[in-house]
């Protein structure tokens, strides 16, 4: 609390300086403009240097609270704000935290494809399950997304595209039980790519 | 790649690796079988595993090109199975080639050890 006044006076006596500071070159100029010797009486009104300076530091005074007032926002929408903010923050961070496992996944499986040592049923179903949770996992992303604000936030458009392309490789030789037509490294490669598609969707993101 | 094309390059392969003008190596990690080209650092890779056919598990032999990047330029693969018997036998020859020339470096190399591992033995029991 006590920082807080502290910053709200210094911002206070700082306004007041450069409103003082702004009046009395304005009323320089004002009386360079209208000849330095005028002086002018309106029965008990006199217009001299000194009521020059305090009208106009009055006026800005008053321009600048209205201008502040206007921009001051209603609690209420401040704290709409305040929520959305920290809901956008949160789902980016889960975001960031549910690529990485995905990548993490892709990676497992990909190591496997290269390694195994034999092409088989059992090798292919743990391919497409593991592909049928990163799908599930990134179109709820997209979901969330849409329910959160519906901005693009994150778009993992691409890494859809090539994943459902990949799934869908994968789920042709399974189904035609072609396993010797298996191209390791070409499934691998296309893996590689979807890893490297993650990470510029990633890297997208900023908290 | 179209299959004479395969063909080709298989025979050419073959040739240079007979002829020692190809440094293969093995990627022990994955046991794959590889060499290098230069200058462009371009990597021809041959690998060996097993597909499942039916009831039955069948020898297959892949062979991929890579660029420099490590960017896939072509892969084949063919399996000890009726319809492609002919290929997997090209791709077969070349394999167990470069696998006898790999080992026999291997064996040149781990010769001294195991010969230094056998005195040592020796002038144990000796002693």
Same mark, same amino acid.
């Given at each position: 609390m006590i920082p807080f006044l502290r910053r709200t006076w210094v911002k206070f006596s700082i306004q007041l300086l450069v409103i003082a500071v702004t009046s009395i070159v304005l009323s320089l100029l004002l009386w360079k403009w209208f000849d330095e010797d005028i002086y002018v009486h309106f029965g008990t009104l006199e217009i001299n240097f000194f009521n020059t300076v305090c009208g106009l530091f009055t006026i800005i005074a008053l321009l600048l609270t209205i201008y502040q007032l206007a921009a001051l926002k209603s609690r209420k929408d401040f704290q709409k704000e305040t929520i959305a903010q920290t809901e956008t923050n949160t789902f980016k961070k889960m975001t960031l935290s549910t690529l990485a496992g995905i990548k993490a996944d892709l990676m497992t499986i990909r190591d496997k494809i290269l390694r195994h040592p034999l092409i088989d049923d059992q090798l292919l179903s743990d391919c497409i399950s593991t592909f049928y949770k990163t799908e599930t996992t990134i179109s709820s992303i997209k979901i969330q997304q849409d329910n959160l604000t519906g901005n693009n936030l994150i778009d993992c458009t691409n890494s859809l595209t090539l994943h459902q392309a990949i799934l869908q490789r994968l789920q042709k030789i399974d189904t035609e039980k072609s396993y010797k037509k298996f191209q390791r490294q070409s499934i691998s490669s296309d893996i590689n790519q979807l890893i490297t598609e993650l990470s510029n969707c990633e890297s997208k993101i900023t908290i | 790649m179209s299959t004479p094309d395969y063909k080709s390059l298989l025979s050419v392969l073959l040739d240079a690796t007979k002829a020692n003008k190809l440094s293969w190596q093995r990627e $022990?990690?994955?046991?794959y079988l590889y060499f290098s080209l230069t200058p462009d650092n371009s990597k021809m890779l041959l690998d060996k595993y097993f597909a499942q056919e039916e009831d039955k598990e069948i020898p297959c032999l892949n062979f991929s090109i890579f660029t =420099?990047? =490590?960017? $896939?330029v072509d892969e084949i693969v063919r399996c000890d199975s009726s319809d492609e018997t002919e290929e997997y036998n090209i791709l077969r020859d070349l394999y167990f080639t470069v696998d006898e020339i790999v080992s026999t470096e291997e064996n040149k190399k781990s010769a001294p050890i195991i010969n230094g591992i056998t005195e040592s033995l020796h002038k144990m029991i000796a002693g």
């Amino acid at each position: 609390m006590i920082p807080f006044l502290r910053r709200t006076w210094v911002k206070f006596s700082i306004q007041l300086l450069v409103i003082a500071v702004t009046s009395i070159v304005l009323s320089l100029l004002l009386w360079k403009w209208f000849d330095e010797d005028i002086y002018v009486h309106f029965g008990t009104l006199e217009i001299n240097f000194f009521n020059t300076v305090c009208g106009l530091f009055t006026i800005i005074a008053l321009l600048l609270t209205i201008y502040q007032l206007a921009a001051l926002k209603s609690r209420k929408d401040f704290q709409k704000e305040t929520i959305a903010q920290t809901e956008t923050n949160t789902f980016k961070k889960m975001t960031l935290s549910t690529l990485a496992g995905i990548k993490a996944d892709l990676m497992t499986i990909r190591d496997k494809i290269l390694r195994h040592p034999l092409i088989d049923d059992q090798l292919l179903s743990d391919c497409i399950s593991t592909f049928y949770k990163t799908e599930t996992t990134i179109s709820s992303i997209k979901i969330q997304q849409d329910n959160l604000t519906g901005n693009n936030l994150i778009d993992c458009t691409n890494s859809l595209t090539l994943h459902q392309a990949i799934l869908q490789r994968l789920q042709k030789i399974d189904t035609e039980k072609s396993y010797k037509k298996f191209q390791r490294q070409s499934i691998s490669s296309d893996i590689n790519q979807l890893i490297t598609e993650l990470s510029n969707c990633e890297s997208k993101i900023t908290i | 790649m179209s299959t004479p094309d395969y063909k080709s390059l298989l025979s050419v392969l073959l040739d240079a690796t007979k002829a020692n003008k190809l440094s293969w190596q093995r990627e $022990l990690t994955n046991s794959y079988l590889y060499f290098s080209l230069t200058p462009d650092n371009s990597k021809m890779l041959l690998d060996k595993y097993f597909a499942q056919e039916e009831d039955k598990e069948i020898p297959c032999l892949n062979f991929s090109i890579f660029t =420099g990047e =490590g960017k $896939l330029v072509d892969e084949i693969v063919r399996c000890d199975s009726s319809d492609e018997t002919e290929e997997y036998n090209i791709l077969r020859d070349l394999y167990f080639t470069v696998d006898e020339i790999v080992s026999t470096e291997e064996n040149k190399k781990s010769a001294p050890i195991i010969n230094g591992i056998t005195e040592s033995l020796h002038k144990m029991i000796a002693g």
